[in-house]
């Protein structure tokens, strides 16, 4: 089943912008992970958030989380033509290790 | 060189035909994940194993099974049984309740 739900599905941005990316869940959670994939590969893990957190940081990455409206945001700022993939936020579903996947943002971004 | 590999790249299958893809990790993870990705869209969890020598069904087991006899290989079988297995596959690691590290996938196309 997909608990997460990314929007928008596609965003197609200029070099040098931000880019806004959000995730819906359904059931509580202990944490909250954003991945990458570049086309036709496996995905990498970009950032974990808990529960008990807010907002964290990685580089030009900031991931928000708000528990009681069950969603999340990746935010890439200063966008580069080498952010171009597709972007997946998952969720434990309070389960332990288990993930559960949405469907993703493609994201594109044109020099 | 730690990392998590996967084999082959490019798998060929006649109907009727069962086929094993190959999943290695030597980052000493206890858990071990295989993914189904169809195009355009998010991960689906097939099996997954906490432990050696113990795996689970994920959410769209039917088809497949799987072994967990060393602690480092979570090879996949893809069984006749399985209607509709033109797919990429994705193989991931984690220690259980983190960040999973994925392979580089297996693109699997029935003839």
């Known amino acids: 089943s997909q608990q997460g739900e990314e929007d928008p599905q596609a965003l197609s941005i200029q070099e040098g912008e931000n880019a806004t990316m959000n995730c819906s869940y359904k059931?509580?959670?202990?944490?909250l992970q954003w991945y990458r994939q570049n086309s036709g590969r496996g995905l990498v893990h970009l950032i974990l958030i808990r529960s008990n957190e807010r907002e964290k940081h990685s580089g030009r990455l900031r991931v928000t989380l708000d528990t009681s409206k069950k969603s999340s945001s990746l935010l890439i700022t200063a966008s580069r033509a080498a952010d171009t993939a597709s972007y997946f936020c998952a969720t434990d579903g309070n389960q332990g290790g288990k993930l559960i996947f949405g469907q993703g943002t493609e994201l594109s971004v044109k020099p | 060189d730690g990392g998590i590999t996967q084999s082959p790249k490019y798998l060929f299958r006649k109907e009727g035909q069962n086929v094993t893809l190959s999943c290695e990790q030597n980052l000493n993870h206890d858990a071990m994940y295989w993914y189904r990705q169809d195009p355009g869209q998010g991960l689906r969890l097939i099996y997954y194993?906490?432990?050696?020598?113990?795996?689970q069904k994920g959410d769209i087991a039917e088809g497949y099974s799987v072994s967990r006899e060393k602690k480092e290989s979570f090879p996949l079988t893809v069984t006749s049984a399985q209607k509709n297995p033109t797919a990429f596959y994705l193989c991931a690691s984690s220690i259980w309740g983190s960040e999973q590290f994925f392979g580089p996938g297996t693109r699997l196309t029935v003839l």
């Open positions: 059931t509580s959670i202990n944490n």
């Open positions: 194993s906490q432990i050696v020598n113990d795996f």
